[in-house]
């Protein structure tokens, strides 16, 4: 199966920045094309992939500019092999781009209150964050028995405990900046039981 989506959308209107009380009147345009295959193997495997390229202008003033969201791709491929009668285990990935910011130029220090106060780049969105990678493994069983069924699973998320770049973290005067990163390796399991009458 292979399909194909375009989109697009235009806004307006002002806008708080992510990492300032800014306002700014601005009007944001959109596009958005992505395409999607999926093959079934052997009645058991299900193969998919889709790709999305996102081009996002955000129009400030007299300045264009990328979105935060603009992404030459965004990658997601899944593969699962579904066996009812033996288990269930699925493998996916996701990659993209880093998202863009605004960074801060200098920082103004205000004795009175002992702060350091931000002056962020007037060229908006000048900087992109570390693309993001991340894979995911999940596996699921079921034990059928006359009074009790049990349903199992254990799902591995962020396998490589790669760190994904969410946001900018400032030191107190805005000299040194790290990250803020999405979540690491996390590790998730249970089970569920049905009991019949």
């Given at each position: 199966?292979?399909?194909?989506?375009?989109y697009y959308k235009?806004?307006?209107?002002?806008r708080q920045q992510d990492q300032s009380f800014e306002l700014l009147s601005n009007r944001v345009q959109t596009f958005g094309a992505e395409f999607y295959f999926e093959k079934v193997f052997y009645n058991y495997i299900k193969y998919s992939f889709s790709n999305s390229f996102i081009d996002q202008k955000a129009f400030i003033g007299d300045g264009q500019y990328n979105g935060t969201s603009h992404l030459k791709y965004f990658v997601k491929t899944f593969v699962q092999y579904n066996n009812p009668s033996l288990f269930s285990l699925s493998l996916v990935?996701?990659?993209?781009?880093?998202?863009?910011?605004?960074?801060?130029?200098?920082?103004e220090y205000n004795s009175d209150l002992d702060l350091y106060y931000p002056i962020f780049?007037?060229?908006?969105?000048?900087?992109?964050?570390?693309?993001?990678?991340?894979?995911d493994v999940s596996f699921s069983k079921f034990f059928r028995g006359k009074k009790l069924s049990v349903a199992t699973f254990v799902s591995l998320n962020n396998v490589f405990n790669t760190s994904n770049a969410r946001?900018?973290?400032?030191?107190?005067?805005?000299?040194?900046?790290?990250?803020?990163?999405?979540?690491?390796?996390?590790?998730?399991?249970?089970?569920?039981?049905?009991?019949?009458?």
């Open positions: 199966m292979i399909k194909g989506a375009l235009n806004e307006t209107g002002d990935y996701f990659a993209r781009p880093g998202t863009f910011i605004n960074t801060v130029d200098r920082a780049s007037s060229d908006y969105f000048n900087q992109q964050l570390p693309a993001y990678n991340r894979f946001r900018p973290i400032y030191s107190r005067d805005y000299s040194a900046v790290s990250y803020d990163s999405y979540q690491f390796r996390t590790l998730y399991f249970g089970c569920v039981w049905y009991l019949k009458n």
